[in-house]
């Protein structure tokens, strides 16, 4: 059942089963993206570099508070990142008792070709298909989103995206 504006409608199952599918062949399309990112580093650490990539250098807490986790966990975290090279800790410029952990280069370039390689992929599956299609998908894609809202701070964090 869908609701509008206090209106219930029933949904045809074929319309749900249709966006269940196009939602899997998303999903795969992530998770391909993510595929040579997560033979470097693991998925919590990679949440965590999206997380800094978006938000700039952050403390350890608050980097923790975003990602839901325990402030030991991200320390460990932490630790695991500086010591590949994906992050760097840094004394905050407000307050020399803060410490801030930051991408290095190779932190950056490793959220920056997981992003590209997620484009390259929707772009492949666009490519499949006629300009009569790719309009249509345009069009019930925003369509869906318009109708599914903003999803809450956070909700796609702990998948790292």
């Known amino acids: 059942m869908a609701t509008g504006e206090g209106v219930v409608t029933e949904v045809p199952d074929e ?7 196009a939602s899997l062949a998303l999903l795969g399309v992530v998770v391909r993206s993510l595929g040579s990112a997560l033979e470097q580093v693991t998925l919590p650490q990679y949440r965590a570099l999206v997380v800094i990539a978006e938000h700039g250098p952050l403390r350890s807490g608050d980097l923790a508070d975003q990602l839901g986790v325990h ?6 975290t932490v630790d695991r990142l500086v010591a590949g090279g994906w992050a ?8 020399r008792r803060e410490v801030l952990v930051g ?6 370039d490793l959220v920056a070709e997981v992003m590209e390689q997620r484009r390259r992929e929707v772009a492949q599956v ?5 300009e009569r299609d790719r309009r249509a998908i345009r069009t019930g894609l925003a369509a869906f989103a318009a109708a599914a809202g903003e999803p809450e701070p ?3 964090r702990s998948l790292g995206l």
Do not use: C, K, N, Y
């Not at 402030?71 to 460990?76: A, D, I, K, L, V």
């Not at 760097?88 to 307050?95: C, E, F, L, M, Y």
């Not at 666009?126 to 006629?130: E, K, Q």
């Open 71 to 76: 402030q030991s966990t991200m320390t460990r």
């Open 15 to 21: 319309d749900v089963d249709a966006t269940i599918g």
């Open 88 to 95: 760097a800790r840094q004394v905050s410029p407000d307050s």
């Open 126 to 130: 666009l490519a499949r298909a006629s």
């Open 103 to 108: 991408l290095t280069g190779r932190g950056h």
């Open 154 to 156: 956070g909700e796609l």
